[in-house]
T-cell receptor
Framework: SAVISQKPSRDICQRGTSLTIQCQVDSQVTMMFWYRQQPGQSLTLIATANQGSEATYESGFVIDKFPISRPNLTFSTLTVSNMSPEDSSIYLCSAGQGNYEQYFGPGTRLTVT | KNQVEQSPQSLIILEGKNCTLQCNYTVSPFSNLRWYKQDTGRGPVSLTI?????NTKSNGRYTATLDADTKQSSLHITASQLSDSASYIC????????????FGKGNQVVVIP
């Protein structure tokens, strides 16, 4: 199994600012992902964080808005840029090996005012 | 249309009682189906994973069933406890694996004393 930690756990930010969320895994993993979870909705995949190369973004998400880094096999960051109230959500980091188990971090609850 | 539909959306049950949550999916071809438990303010935690050839799997008081022919799954909670109050999320993986998971919106369960 893998234990995932995220920082910060929550934040309240002003419109127009940016927030960087950190994700740390306690073991080397092949895949890392970033999700958004809005109230009452399914988890939505933002992007796959690729080690040493640009992230792979899902439809509706762009690098300028959600830049992602993954400098090694255990760490990734997601930045939410130029925030608006519509970005208020829970952001989840996850890590997986193979096609089965996937582990999730505790999430970062973001509120944009 | 969401590829994973869960019902009921929410339910309230008395402590000690049983309940069954339903998940219908349209993902095809199918690789595996997972049930996650998400406590408020926490990330999802895996309860069970079932592949095509498995039709039941248990994890303590949680028992999941899978009918790959009808594309239906259920999660049965036996002798519910207050700590079972959470959202239960059905997640279906196609052949693309962790890169392309389909998430349900979750069944919100509240256990009352």
């Amino acid at each position: 199994s893998a234990v995932i930690s995220q920082k910060p756990s929550r934040d309240i930010c002003q419109r127009g600012t940016s927030l960087t969320i950190q994700c740390q895994v306690d073991s080397q993993v092949t895949m890392m992902f970033w999700y958004r979870q809005q109230p009452g909705q399914s988890l939505t995949l933002i992007a796959t964080a690729n080690q040493g190369s640009e992230a792979t973004y899902e439809s509706g998400f762009v690098i300028d808005k959600f830049p992602i880094s993954r400098p090694n096999l255990t760490f990734s960051t997601l930045t939410v840029s130029n925030m608006s109230p519509e970005d208020s959500s829970i952001y989840l980091c996850s890590a997986g090996q193979g096609n089965y188990e996937q582990y999730f971090g505790p999430g970062t609850r973001l509120t944009v005012t | 249309k969401n590829q994973v539909e869960q019902s009921p959306q929410s339910l309230i049950i008395l402590e000690g009682k049983n309940c069954t949550l339903q998940c219908n999916y349209t993902v095809s071809p199918f690789s595996n189906l997972r049930w996650y438990k998400q406590d408020t303010g926490r990330g999802p935690v895996s309860l069970t994973i079932m592949t095509f050839s498995e039709n039941t799997k248990s994890n303590g008081r949680y028992t999941a069933t899978l009918d790959a022919d009808t594309k239906q799954s259920s999660l049965h909670i036996t002798a519910s406890q207050l700590s079972d109050s959470a959202s239960y999320i059905c997640v279906v993986s196609g052949i693309e694996g962790n890169n392309r998971l389909a998430f349900g919106k979750g069944n919100q369960v509240v256990v009352i004393p």
